[in-house]
């Protein structure tokens, strides 16, 4: 089975966060949009590892609204600043990770 690359699906998570906006480069400033906090968002994979951006792909696929709600903060009022929106999926898959000891390898 031929698996998608990280960049691959760094792609397509931009995609399915931003249909009608071209992403420039995978290393970009356009990337602070969905609420990471550098331009270059594979350097937030050394925790979660590369299941953490499938994740993130996956609630973008199947659950666009909420997805899409959150990622633009539809409700509230914090500053882009304050919602790493990202950055938090990223540590919630890293917590589940731990939580459910999938890192073993038992």
């Keep these: 089975m031929n ?3 990280q960049k691959e699906t760094l792609r397509a998570l931009w995609k399915a966060a931003f ?3 071209e992403l420039s480069d995978l290393i970009s400033e356009q990337w602070k949009e969905m ?3 550098g331009k270059d968002p594979s350097t937030y994979f050394r925790g979660g590892g590369f ?3 499938e994740n993130l792909l996956y609630f973008a696929r199947n659950f666009q609204k909420s997805f899409q709600d959150l990622l633009r903060k ?3 009022d914090r500053a882009m ?3 790493p ?3 938090a999926g ?3 898959t890293f917590m589940l990770i731990q939580m459910l000891d999938l890192e073993s390898g038992r």
């Design 90 to 92: 990223v540590n919630i």
């Design 19 to 21: 249909p009608k906006e």
């Design 3 to 5: 698996t998608p690359s």
């Design 74 to 76: 539809q409700e509230g």
């Design 81 to 83: 600043w304050e919602y």
């Design 85 to 87: 929106f990202a950055v």
């Design 51 to 53: 299941i953490s951006l």
């Design 35 to 37: 609420g990471w906090q």
